[in-house]
């Protein structure tokens, strides 16, 4: 990767799964996770 990262990606995914406001799917995969906002529960 090209630029300056202050932490690496797996930092970065780590963060990401651990932190309820994001849903992260295919983490394990070679061509890298997909990350949206999670939804929260309307009632």
């Not at 994001?22 to 061509?31: G, H, I, L, M, T």
């Amino acid at each position: 990767m090209k630029g300056y990262l202050l932490f690496s990606e797996q930092d970065l995914l780590e963060a990401l799964v651990k932190d309820g406001r994001f849903d992260v799917e295919n983490q394990d995969s070679a061509f890298g996770a997909e990350v949206c906002a999670a939804r929260k529960d309307r009632r």
